[in-house]
C-alpha cells in the first residue's frame, strides 16, 4: 500500500504558474503508476496527467497539453505536476492518485488517492 499527501496549491492569478508535489509513503514508488486528477466545485473528478513507473510515458487531458508537466523522482518517491499559463476555469482541488497497474485517464482506475491540494486561479 502507498499513502500519498499533495503539496503547492495555492492562489495565482490568470497566466501563472505552480508547481504541485505529491510525495508517497510506503511500499516501493517505482512500482506504481500515478495521476493527476482534479475536481471543480460542483463538478466531477477529471483526469489531468498521468505518468508511467520509469517515468518514459505521460499521458496529459488534450486543454493542458503544452502548459502541464508531469515527472517523477523515484528516488526521492515524489511526482511533480508544473502548470504554467494557468486559467480561472482550472481553479479546482487537484489530486494525486496511484495504481498498481492501471496507466490511462479514468479516475475509477487508480487504486490510492492523497487528500488533494486546493489551486486557486484569479481572474
Known amino acids: 500500500q502507498v499513502q500519498l499527501v499533495e503539496s503547492g496549491g495555492g492562489m495565482v492569478q490568470a497566466g501563472g504558474s505552480l508547481r504541485l508535489s505529491c510525495a508517497a509513503s510506503?511500499?516501493?514508488?517505482?512500482?506504481?503508476?500515478v495521476g493527476w486528477f482534479r475536481q471543480a466545485p460542483g463538478k466531477e473528478r477529471e483526469f489531468v496527467a498521468t505518468i508511467s513507473r520509469t517515468g518514459g510515458n505521460t499521458l496529459y487531458e488534450d486543454s493542458v497539453k503544452g502548459r502541464f508537466t508531469i515527472s517523477r523522482d523515484n528516488a526521492k518517491s515524489t511526482v511533480y505536476l508544473q502548470m504554467n499559463s494557468l486559467k480561472p476555469e482550472e481553479t479546482a482541488v487537484y489530486f494525486c492518485?496511484?495504481?498498481?497497474?492501471?496507466?490511462?485517464?479514468?479516475?475509477?482506475?487508480?487504486?490510492?488517492w492523497g487528500k488533494g491540494t486546493l489551486v486557486t486561479v484569479s481572474a
Open positions: 492518485a496511484a495504481s498498481d497497474g492501471y496507466y490511462g485517464t479514468r479516475p475509477d482506475g487508480m487504486d490510492y
Open positions: 510506503g511500499r516501493s514508488f517505482s512500482s506504481y503508476v
